[in-house]
């Protein structure tokens, strides 16, 4: 691929991985959080699911803004917003605050995350755009291995406000590339043609499309089974199992690895196979080792070694199902790219907030709750993928 988009990766890939940043480098802390603030497992959790909440809600307002103002406008305003949320989280007295200023953190972390997969969709479609994406995700999933090790080593030599105070460091960052390394995709001409009724009418044109929609089914509960491990795994590895905070951020980084190792496989795999050959092989995989995960975990064998082993296969097929399932959904609404974006988003924040929510009404302090939610959610993935992608359109819109 040209230099220009290896460019055009690492500057989106920045941009979407301050959102997950925020997300990944206050992990090893939260027991230390919870102490702190005199706060319960389930509301430290709370922060957790405010972030996703936020970043749901406040995606559908940045889709329409940066189709009708342009792509860059509405990214500096969200990455004001990350920034100030972050100062209050670094500064909030109780447990109460730091929910509230996560949710302002959140409002402003999405709108790299759905105006980057517009920009793609401006720019490539296709296979170039899979591999795009792939690229994109190359720099995304480096933040799932750093941020644990960063915060770790915080919380090890300082408090863990001081982690807060880095994510500001990182929105300030975020701020120079946008201004400086990130040209507009979204030319006038094609702004004239957005408006709130247009918005409006591209949501309800969405909402009846079943293929768009499936697809963006598949991706979310692919990203629930994530993030119900992040909201739980500082609990299981630190608590249950007995690890550092250190090695809890090496294991958890471990994860991420098979993510970036995976997802570089796309571009190669959909210009030999296809699209929909890539994702419905990388579904089957990932659902196999999701379910035997959960069966073995039913039979008593609750050792880290074996869970690990299982989530890295599984995510690892995860890394190519996220960015393929992104691809095809958007291959067709390239007029509306940031509204599309945005609708993915949300529906994948909501259904990871009520995924996380609904899995942490069963925690016990085990693995055995998390792993069962993992699991449920790779099924979901693995029924919806079989309706889909053998609908009529589905066979249409990409080449075998």
Same mark, same amino acid.
């Given at each position: ?149 960063? $915060? ?5 030599? =300082?408090?863990? &406000? /001081? @982690?807060?105070?880095?994510? %500001? *460091? ?96 796309? $571009? ?5 196979? =296809?699209?929909? &050959? /890539? @994702?419905?092989?990388?579904? %089957? *995989? ?106 009529? &359109? ?7």
């Amino acid at each position: 691929m040209p230099s220009r988009a290896s460019s055009h990766a690492l500057s989106l890939g920045l941009l979407s991985a301050i959102g997950l940043f925020a997300l990944d480098m206050y992990l090893p802390s939260l027991p230390t959080i919870s102490a702190s603030l005199n706060a319960d497992t389930h509301a430290v959790q709370a922060s957790l699911i405010s972030f996703f909440a936020a970043m749901a809600v406040s995606q559908i307002v940045y889709g329409p803004l940066s189709d009708m103002f342009g792509r860059k406008r509405p990214l500096y305003a969200g990455l004001v917003l990350y920034s100030i949320g972050a100062i209050g989280c670094a500064l909030s007295p109780s447990i109460e605050w730091l929910i509230a200023f996560r949710f302002l953190q959140g409002m402003g972390a999405c709108a790299g995350v759905v105006i980057s997969r517009a920009i793609v969709r401006d720019l490539y479609t296709g296979p170039a755009a899979a591999q795009l994406m792939s690229r994109l995700m190359l720099v995304f999933s480096v933040s799932p291995i750093l941020a644990p090790l960063a $915060g770790s080593m915080i919380t090890a030599f =300082g408090d863990w &406000r /001081v @982690i807060f105070l880095v994510m %500001v *460091g990182a929105g300030a960052l975020g701020l120079v590339v946008a201004i400086f390394f990130l040209e507009e995709t979204r030319l006038p001409a094609a702004r004239s043609e957005s408006s709130i009724a247009s918005a409006l009418s591209s949501y309800t044109t969405l909402l009846k499309d079943p293929y768009y929609l499936g697809l963006v089914l598949i991706a979310s509960f692919g990203m629930s089974s994530y993030m119900i491990y992040v909201a739980n795994s500082s609990f299981v590895l630190i608590n249950h199992y007995g690890l550092s905070p250190s090695f809890f951020s090496v294991v958890f980084s471990c994860n991420a690895v098979a993510f970036i190792g995976m997802s570089q496989m796309n $571009g190669w795999l959909s210009r030999k196979i =296809g699209l929909r &050959r /890539v @994702i419905r092989g990388a579904v %089957v *995989g990932y659902s196999t080792m999701m379910v035997m995960l959960a069966l073995v975990t039913s039979l008593g064998f609750d050792q880290l070694e074996v869970m690990a082993v299982f989530l890295f296969g599984g995510y690892g097929f995860l890394g190519m199902i996220i960015p393929t399932a992104a691809v095809l959904a958007l291959e067709h609404h390239g007029r509306i790219a940031g509204t599309a974006s945005a609708m993915m988003g949300t529906l994948q924040f909501v259904t990871s907030a009520i995924v996380v929510g609904i899995g942490g009404l069963f925690t016990d302090g085990t693995s055995r709750p998390m792993v069962t939610v993992i699991a449920i959610c790779s099924v979901v993935v693995l029924m919806l993928s079989l309706m889909v992608l053998r609908s009529q &359109r589905g066979a249409m819109a990409a080449a075998e």
